[in-house]
């Protein structure tokens, strides 16, 4: 038992703090230490209801992290309740439920390109879904199903380049860009 219990804290990275009083450690070693007694019992999957509510961005953080580890390096399922769409967006498969019932059931890609319909439930998108959203209800034309910063960076500046806006350089005033004429009108 001594043997599981010292390689499930070193697989949620919190060994070094084993002789630590729990009033001492922070809200996110905390919830590692409930982690790794789940872990130490071997289970094939762990249901998580709102493990990082009360953390800071760190510790939700580093909470995450090792949700991740164990699903990557372990085979561990993880069922993830959470309403933070951004950890929601990390996950393999997103299931949406209001009253009760499934509304959506897929990839996060999927899931929150439908940034309507989930706010009609209440619920929030990743910060890169609600900007695509809003360019997409201004009728321009771009990717519904974009969900990180590198693919809303990539899809923003296809978008300009195609528009003929040119990045601004930090030594240039916003005045001196050159800007499309009124009359460009994009297509959806």
């Known amino acids: 038992m001594r043997q599981r219990v ?38 094939r999957c762990i249901v998580l209801d709102e493990p990082t509510a009360m953390l800071d961005p760190r510790g939700r953080r580093e909470v995450m992290d090792t949700i991740k580890k164990l699903n990557r390096e372990y085979g561990i399922t993880i069922v993830l309740i959470t309403h933070y769409m951004d950890e929601a967006a990390q996950c393999d498969r997103i299931v949406v439920m209001d009253s009760g019932k499934v509304i959506f059931d897929d990839t996060p890609k999927k899931v929150f390109s439908h940034v309507r319909e989930l706010k009609t439930v209440g619920l929030d998108v990743p ?10 209800k201004e009728g321009y034309n771009l990717p519904k199903d974009v969900l990180t ?9 296809t978008l300009f380049r195609r528009k003929g ?24």
């Open 127 to 136: 910060q890169t879904s609600e900007l695509i959203y809003e360019f997409l």
């Open 6 to 43: 010292d390689r499930a804290l070193m697989d949620v990275g919190i060994y070094e703090y084993k002789k630590h009083a729990p009033h001492r450690l922070s809200g996110g070693q905390k919830q590692r230490v409930a982690i790794a007694g789940i872990i130490a019992m071997r289970p």
């Open 165 to 188: 806006i040119r990045p601004v350089k930090p030594e240039e005033s916003a005045s001196e860009q050159t800007l499309p004429s009124e009359n460009t009108q994009e297509s959806v």
């Open 149 to 157: 910063e590198d693919e809303c960076i990539k899809a923003i500046t």
